[in-house]
Nanobody, 127 residues
Framework: VQLVESGGGLVRQGGSLRLSCATS????????IAWFRQAPGKEREGVSC????????YYADSVKGRFTISSDNAKNTVHLQMNTLKPEDTAVYYC?????????????????????WGRGTQVTVSS
């Protein structure tokens, strides 16, 4: 199993980035894929997730209206489009995969519910 994040980098406040999570080794169409982030000295927090079975999406309140998650079933890849970035979005961003069933709006936020993790990609937003 592999989850490989890409697309991170350095961007100015107000800018945009598009993260990608390329997956392999499991049945992508059955899984929920999430993005988490972890800033220095802080706990890992859920950013967004998408259920490939039900096409349900969830977002953290801090990113609603700015971030959009999408899934490309043909390429087994999930994207996170991040717009209007803020310095507080600076973190290492990880993607993770959870086996069925589709989680509720509390369950997707728990890191212990995920079966597989990527190694992360750094996002830095300058002010």
């Amino acid at each position: 199993v592999q989850l490989v994040e890409s697309g991170g980098g350095l961007v100015r406040q107000g800018g945009s980035l598009r993260l990608s999570c390329a997956t392999s080794g499991f049945t992508f169409s059955y899984y929920t894929i999430a993005w988490f982030r972890q800033a220095p000295g802080k706990e890992r927090e859920g950013v967004s997730c998408i259920s490939n079975m039900d096409d349900i999406t969830y977002y953290a309140d801090s990113v609603k209206g700015r971030f959009t998650i999408s899934s490309d079933n043909a390429k087994n890849t999930v994207h996170l489009q991040m717009n209007t970035l803020k310095p507080e979005d600076t973190a290492v961003y990880y993607c993770a995969a959870m086996s069925p069933p589709t989680p509720d709006d509390n369950g997707w936020r728990r890191t212990s519910n995920y079966d597989f993790w990527g190694r992360g990609t750094q996002v830095t937003v300058s002010s």
